[in-house]
């Protein structure tokens, strides 16, 4: 499950540099999908190990780290529909498919790594 936790890190690093470059690199924020993807990296790389509580430990801040990413940028997108249509103000089509885009994947992300927990607790591993 690290190598896909890797994986995922590229794409989110990817996605926040495309959404910066995408805003003229005027909106830092933009970078936020990266820095979540930086996180997961890291802690990606420790979770490649040979000592099977330090891959359990470092996996579980993952998709700590993944959770807490999915329900900030769900939450955050959805203000901004909630927003848009209150006001009557177009949506930011960046930012906003920038931040379903992180949902969307971190989704998928928990989603796997809960899925690999539970077959491990099944398979006696834990």
Known sequence: MAKVTLVFAALLIALGLVS????G???????????????L???GFLAISPSESRRKLFMHVNVTIGLVGFLGAG??????????????KPID???V???V??????LIY?????RSFIAARRAGKV
């Open 41 to 43: 990296g890291v802690f």
């Open 97 to 99: 498919g920038a931040q």
């Open 20 to 23: 910066y470059l995408g805003t």
């Open 75 to 88: 939450i955050r997108a959805v203000q901004e529909f909630v927003h848009a249509g209150s006001t009557g």
């Open 110 to 114: 928990v989603l796997l790594c809960v």
């Open 93 to 95: 089509s960046i930012a």
């Open 101 to 106: 885009t992180m949902a969307g994947l971190l």
């Open 25 to 39: 690199s005027q909106h830092p924020t933009a970078l936020i999908p990266a820095w979540f993807g930086l996180a």
